[in-house]
């Protein structure tokens, strides 16, 4: 069974919608895979979703109400197949703690599935309304799709 990590800054936002968001495409295909969500920074560990990220969600029945943010550390490189960061910063912060080739190889920009290339990041949504929340899921959802049908 496949592991995958989504990684955003403060793992109230993006990271926990890409997790439901990626769960449901799986799991929509009758693929069985485990995936999770973490933070660069530790702003926020044990909270839950920010309400507008699970309104959204909500919007599409998927349910993320039992997610509780968790820092990104180390050990992940070894927990998960494969790490996917929301932007480049935190893409560059994942990086810069792996301890090895295989290990960096792991980290890959999650729009880069579904706009290869570019150099795309999902926008950080909370310092905006709800319309951020919105876009944010439409380009996750884009990547979730390609990462069904994807070798990762």
Known sequence: MQKYLMVCLGNI??????????????????????????????????????????????????DISDERAQKFVPAHFSEYDMIFAMDKQNYLDIVAQARNKKERDKVVLFMELSMPGQDISVPDPYYGGDEGFKEVYKMIKLSAERLVDSDY
Do not use: W
């Not at 993006?14 to 702003?43: K, L």
């Open 13 to 62: 936002c993006r990271s926990p919608m890409a997790e439901g968001i990626v769960a449901r495409e799986f799991s929509s295909r009758g693929i069985n895979i485990q995936v999770d969500s973490a933070g660069t920074a530790a702003y926020h560990i044990g909270e839950g979703a920010d309400s507008r990220a699970q309104a959204e969600l909500r919007k599409h029945d998927i």
